[in-house]
């Protein structure tokens, strides 16, 4: 079973520009479906973005045009490219894999803009 963890969280300023990564340990990586979800204080979570095996992505919405996902199946690691974030897009990031009925999350890093 697959185990993720999250880092690259903190602090930055509005308009600026951040990087998370999500390094997984196990194998078969690049079977599984990589995800960003986020939740922001007294919000549900929800999915900020999604990468299948086969490299097809999709986003919320609200990040659309701002943010990246990528991954690296030679380093079994799935990355977030935050550019131009918002207050708004404080919140704790998670990653999360899925294969067939394997699913796991991180501990999530915590992300706030603010200046």
């Known amino acids: 079973q697959v185990q993720v963890v999250e880092s690259g969280g903190g602090l930055v300023q509005p308009g600026g520009s951040l990087r998370l990564s999500c390094s997984a340990s196990?194998?078969?990586?690049?079977?599984?479906?990589m995800g960003w979800y986020r939740r922001a204080p007294g919000n549900l979570r929800e999915l900020v973005a999604r990468?299948?095996?086969?490299?097809?992505?999709n986003y919320a919405d609200s990040v659309k045009g701002r943010f990246t996902i990528s991954r690296d199946n030679g380093k079994n690691t799935v990355y977030l490219q935050m550019n131009s974030v918002k207050p708004e897009d404080t919140a704790v990031y998670y990653c999360?894999?899925?294969?067939?009925?394997?699913?796991?999350w991180g501990q999530g890093t915590p992300v706030t803009v603010s200046s």
């Open positions: 990468i299948s095996s086969g490299g097809s992505t």
């Open positions: 999360n894999a899925v294969w067939g009925r394997d699913d796991a």
């Open positions: 196990g194998r078969f990586f690049s079977n599984y479906a």
